[in-house]
């Protein structure tokens, strides 16, 4: 299971198959021209076992996802500005007032600071808008992949109720909004993968050659870490660096992604296409570890 951070955040889309006859298509694109991969089903080892790995990666255990579609590439500032521009959504850290911004050596929390901004804090220039978007709490995530299912003409697959807080979530570290979210697993719209998916998917699928790293077992290859040393200039482009088997890029480095799983312990048990733990266990909100 992956750290969870409550920083720098973004999205991944997912989008469940379209066709119901016939052969899939290896990729697909939405309207906002994002590009959808085919990741077939299959079975494979989730976790590990290895020395120096955290406990929350262990144990080890068989898990079996059915196919889905995922974006190629982490959700760029572009993206995300169409869907603002066009709802006039207030995000978290808007709703909030704060985020929590890069310094030189650690992340410190900063007033006024939202979507429109990047990693340090300062307002996005044009030059970047095909960088990561960060700043994104997982129910902007959420309310982002509705708006473009809506804009797809597919069915949403969230339900979001942000009349009654959730009684069951228990986090009392960064989420004040609580709002009750339920996803509908057989809708065709886009929504966020489930950890056991992106696992699969930085793993690369079916056509995983056995990386240390998604898709290289040099991470230079494949990743790129803005809190590396010497000092690194920050994000990157999303597409940047060697994807993996299944033609996914920066599955390793760059920034974390949100997940829908809630956070909790692994066991020993063969599952089937898993979706977190127990709702009555809510802690935090699963993130994709795309940083150290």
């Known amino acids: ?21 016939g052969h899939d298509p290896e990729v697909i694109k939405s309207s906002t021209g994002t590009e959808m991969i085919l990741v077939k089903g299959g079975t494979f080892q989730m976790g590990s076992n290895e020395k120096g790995v955290g406990s929350d990666e262990k144990p080890q ?9 995922i974006a190629s590439t982490e959700v760029t ?11 006039e959504y207030k995000t978290s850290a808007e709703i909030n007032g704060f985020s929590y911004v890069r310094t030189k050596d650690e992340w410190e929390k900063r007033a006024g600071i939202n979507w ?11 030059s970047r ?36 807080k959730d009684p069951n979530n228990l986090d009392t570290l960064s989420d004040t909004q609580k709002w009750i979210v339920k996803c509908d697993f057989s809708a065709n719209g886009y929504r966020l993968p489930t950890e056991a998916e992106w696992e699969f998917a930085a793993r ?25 040393k010497p000092w690194k200039e920050g994000m990157i482009e999303v597409g940047s660096y060697k994807p993996n088997e299944l033609g996914l890029f920066n599955m390793a480095g760059n920034v974390t992604e949100w997940c829908w799983d809630w956070f909790g312990d692994y066991t020993t048990d063969a599952q089937t296409d898993p979706r977190g733990p127990d709702p009555a266990e809510k802690e935090l909100k699963e993130m994709a570890v795309g940083m150290d």
């Open 204 to 228: 690369g699928g079916n056509e995983s050659k056995g990386y240390m790293f998604p898709g290289s077992d040099d991470f230079r290859e494949v990743g790129h870490v803005f809190s590396s």
């Open 61 to 69: 255990h068989s898990v079996t996802v059915s196919e889905f579609y």
């Open 129 to 164: 808008e095909n960088h990561p978007v960060v700043h994104v709490s997982w129910y902007d995530a959420v309310e982002y992949c509705n708006w473009l299912s809506k804009k797809d003409g597919l069915t949403p697959a969230y339900s979001v109720n942000k009349d009654v």
């Open 1 to 21: 299971m992956k750290t969870t951070f409550t920083v720098l955040l973004l999205l991944t889309l997912f989008h469940p198959l379209l066709t119901t006859r």
């Open 77 to 87: 500032f572009a993206e995300f500005a169409k869907f603002i521009a066009a709802t």
């Open 116 to 126: 429109t901004c990047d990693e340090w804090g300062n307002i996005r220039d044009i």
